[in-house]
């Protein structure tokens, strides 16, 4: 039979991301580890790609509507809460004031949310920015930390995703591992693609969803994490936690990786996203 996309597709995905299946949980180790979480959330960045929106209302991007009430960092808050996370930090740069007057001192949830601004109001990236809380104390270095971006947007059908994302960690520290990507295991491409052989297309697919596994903006760092931050982060340059700390835990196999269905994840990057956004949650 001739290759297909949908064939060489299926194949790499068994090459490329498998599944730990072993490893158990239990429920009561869950909610003890909540209870030693908490939600970090960068809240920093200035959103150029959705600047037409966010200008027009004067706001930072992670307040604007995606459901016709909530904005999306209250979303993320809320979810964390439902959950049964009670401690929060927010990293701010751009717009710091409205973001910290948006979302308050957390007492609307029964929650604490605690702020680390970027040093003088300098762009640090978020690997600078939970340095920056670390250093400051806004960030206890005793806790575990979720770092979840809030324009990446979660639509979870049942259950809490919160929960999937600490028992998906705890089956990673059991298996030596101290930091959690949470990852989609394919994504749609964003144009037609195809096999070609000698100039001549073979097979074609619109949107095909190509086969390798997608961070999706929400990681979970153990407290032995920070070390790497102290060591590795300057407070001098712009710098991704995603490019500095990650590449140095994969070569000590200490990076796990937690898959979720491909259509619970919403990037909110441009427009198109946030419409889906809301869309999605509105139905």
């Not at 740069?93 to 970027?118: C, M, N, P, Q, T």
């Amino acid at each position: 039979m001739p290759d297909t996309l949908e064939s060489i597709m299926a194949d790499l995905r068994e090459r490329i991301n498998t599944e730990d299946t072993i490893t158990t949980v239990s429920k009561e180790e869950i909610e003890e580890q909540k209870a030693k979480t908490v939600v970090v959330m960068p809240a920093g960045g200035r959103g150029t790609r959705i600047r037409t929106e966010t200008h027009s209302q004067d706001i930072h991007k992670v307040m604007l509507k995606i459901d016709g009430k909530r904005s999306m960092i209250e979303k993320t808050v809320e979810d964390y809460v439902d959950c049964g996370i009670d401690k929060f930090v927010v990293l701010t740069g751009f717009l710091a004031e409205k973001v910290e007057d948006h979302l308050g001192d957390g007492s609307r949830w029964g929650v604490e949310i605690r702020y680390s601004r970027d040093p003088d109001g300098r762009r640090v990236g978020n690997a600078g920015a939970i340095l920056h809380a670390l250093n400051n104390g806004t960030i206890d270095e005793q806790l575990t930390s979720i770092i979840h971006n809030p324009d990446d947007i979660i639509v979870w059908k049942s259950g809490s995703y919160g929960a999937a994302v600490i028992e998906g960690h705890l089956k990673g520290r059991k298996n030596g591992c101290i930091a959690t990507f949470l990852v989609v295991p394919e994504t749609p491409f964003q144009y037609s693609g195809m096999i070609i052989k000698k100039s001549k297309v073979q097979d074609i697919f619109k949107y095909p969803p190509i086969a390798i596994p997608t961070h999706i903006g929400i990681t979970m760092f153990d407290p032995g994490v920070y070390d790497y931050f102290k060591k590795l982060v300057s407070l001098e340059i712009e710098s991704s936690f995603e490019n500095v700390i990650c590449p140095t835990l994969v070569k000590e196999s200490q990076l796990f990786a937690v898959n979720i269905p491909p259509g619970t994840w919403i990037p909110i990057n441009d427009i198109k996203g946030l419409e889906k956004a809301r869309n999605m949650l509105q139905d």
